[in-house]
């Protein structure tokens, strides 16, 4: 394959028809959140640009973000890795291994130097020098701050590149941090999610490559495009939280009518993601469609915000678990405790004076 | 009873008014809170529709919420531009160690039995002054601002969520930020006891009419109880 192919002539090679790109292009901007006067731009971009290179790593991670990934249904998988992105190097995905493929990443990293894109799967143990992920020979972390160096752009894919995930909850064995923790001194485009949407992902890569730049982040470093609102906010079952009307055990009849999930804990009212906009799986369903609460997977260190089945995070408090009401009720009585006893002591002090007085008198 | 001497005019009418709907406000705004953290009641079988179980609470919430805001603005600018003697930030000093040396020391003693006779305050004593600047100015700032945020997540890009949306980061996400107002809310039934106790017993201890004073603005000195 050569390398520096544009999307028009993959597509072209593949026997895929003009309209047929076009219509791709349009879908792609859909995705993108992007008004249809920005597709020429899109179809100039695929047109007219090389493929972007990527090189794809992976860390700490369960491959969920893969396994998500390559259940792309706008485009497919098979577009994405022969067609539309120049994947070069992802151990999981490639046909070669060991030396061979350490060599590709080499190349790549020397032939675009300061061009391709460095997407991250997993996060980076620090601790002990990162001898507890050990990729090709090497801590994970060396690997990771060799290849971020002439990197254009980070993609941190999913929760553990993001934010850590489940690797550095409480109490974080291995010392785990999130890509951010580590480079410093590159833009990274934060995809959290456990795991992210599949169509999330390629719109991301996308958008790189149609602009340049990188799509417009929030406060968390997320593309706006699909972490702007809150699943809470585009819900279908909002009407029956509005109403009140809650799921209050998973065997009654309310689960039976979709009711709101909020009472079994449901965190869409404060999570960020399209779970409830693009849905899973080709716009099959998403974990609320099928009964389930949100567990809030793309915020940061939602393992440490549960339980996941009510509504308040348990705190560790002296040792215990307490939930906020629990830790409020019992200074509350502490306060009033306190009151009383000042009162008493205020009383009797006020007796012994009056007692003393008669006495003088 | 010893007969009074003195009857001065402590709390003017803003500062009245300020501490009622204060209060009322409070008071709606921690029951509404709780029941849309926990909200108890089912709705009778039907269609969503017909139905405000939830939207209702939190109107209430955001509605109580918003002139809570307001008279605390009023109240701030009362406290810098409103001249008054008694309701002012000026007599404020914790920085200062002529307010914090002998006068809170004082008081503090007064508080813990340490001193049997009590130091005399018009207005605000030095503790009470620090207790309502950490509860009621800091408790309602931070509950302020981080409802602001949360009020702001339903129109991202809107104006409380770009002036505000600053708060979810900084505690570390959206339901980190949820937990931590519901956990400050608390502070305030906390505050309503120690404020009651301290005031009845400052009643009963001084016989000041510090009491009805927040309803008349006039506290009393009275002569010393004839032995």
């Known amino acids: 394959m050569q390398s520096n192919q544009t999307f028009a002539d993959v597509f072209k090679a593949g026997g895929v028809s003009r309209r047929d790109f076009l219509k791709f292009c349009s879908l792609t901007s859909v995705y993108l959140g992007l008004s249809p006067s920005m597709v020429p731009n899109i179809v100039e971009a695929l047109e007219k640009k090389p493929r972007t290179p990527v090189i794809w790593l992976h860390g700490q991670e369960c491959t969920c973000c893969s396994e998500s990934f390559i259940r792309s249904s706008h485009p497919t998988i098979e577009d994405i890795i022969f067609n539309l992105i120049s994947l070069d190097y992802d151990d999981v995905l490639s046909a070669t291994a060991g030396h061979q493929l350490e060599d590709v990443r080499r190349k790549t990293m020397k032939d675009y130097k300061g061009k391709y894109i460095l997407a991250v799967e997993g996060n980076v143990s620090i601790k002990d020098d990162g001898v507890y992920c050990m990729v090709g020979g090497d801590s994970f972390l060396n690997t990771l701050k060799e290849t971020a160096a002439d990197a254009a752009a980070i993609i941190a894919w999913g929760a553990c590149a993001s934010f850590g995930c489940v690797q550095n909850a409480h109490p974080n064995p291995s010392g785990s941090v999130p890509i951010s923790d580590v480079i410093k001194d590159k833009p990274i485009i934060k995809v959290p999610g456990c795991p992210p949407i599949s169509e999330v992902m390629t719109g991301v890569v996308t958008h790189f490559h149609t602009f340049g730049t990188l799509p417009e982040l929030d406060r968390f470093g997320r593309p706006k495009a699909f972490y702007n609102t809150r699943i809470h906010d585009k819900c279908y079952r909002r009407a029956f939280f509005e109403a009140g009307m809650f799921v209050r055990s998973f065997d009654d009849d309310a689960t039976r009518k979709g009711w709101c999930l909020y009472k079994m804990g449901c965190k869409g009212p404060t999570t960020y993601n399209s779970c409830s906009k693009i849905q899973w799986n080709g716009g099959t369903s998403f974990p609320i469609g099928s009964g389930h609460p949100c567990i809030g997977c793309s915020e940061p260190n939602f393992w440490d915000k549960g339980p996941f089945y009510t509504r308040l995070a348990e705190v560790p408090f002296l040792g215990s678990d307490s939930n906020a009401d629990k830790i409020g009720v019992i200074a509350v009585g502490a306060a009033a405790a306190g009151a009383a006893a000042h009162a008493a002591i205020t009383a009797v002090k006020k007796a012994k004076a009056g007692t003393e007085d008669n006495d003088n008198a | ?227």
């Open chain 2, 1 to 227: 009873m010893g007969r009074l001497i003195e009857e001065i005019y402590v709390w003017r009418l803003p500062v009245r008014l300020y501490h009622w709907i204060n209060a009322l406000c409070t008071v709606a705004l921690f029951g509404t809170g709780l029941y849309i953290a926990f909200p108890l009641f089912n709705p009778p079988l039907g269609e969503a529709v017909f139905y405000r179980g939830m939207s209702w609470w939190r109107y209430i919430h955001f509605a109580s919420a918003f002139i809570f805001t307001a008279n605390f603005l009023f109240r701030m600018y009362w406290a810098v531009f409103g001249g008054d003697k008694y309701g002012r930030f000026g007599g404020f000093r914790p920085w200062s160690p002529s307010w914090w040396g002998k006068p809170f020391r004082e008081q503090v003693e007064s508080y813990l039995f340490l001193r049997s006779k009590e130091p005399n305050y018009v207005g605000h004593n030095p503790v009470a002054a620090l207790a309502h600047f950490l509860f009621i100015f800091c408790g309602s700032s931070f509950m302020i601002f981080s409802g602001l945020a949360m009020y702001g997540e339903n129109n991202p890009g809107g104006f409380n969520s770009v002036w505000f949306g600053w708060m979810i980061p900084l505690l570390g996400g959206s339901y980190t930020l949820h937990w931590a107002h519901h956990l400050m809310a608390w502070i305030f039934p906390i505050y309503l006891i120690m404020h009651l106790y301290a005031v009845f017993r400052h009643d009963v201890v001084d016989r000041t009419s510090v009491t009805s004073s927040i309803i008349t603005g006039y506290k009393h000195k009275v002569e010393e109880e004839p032995v």
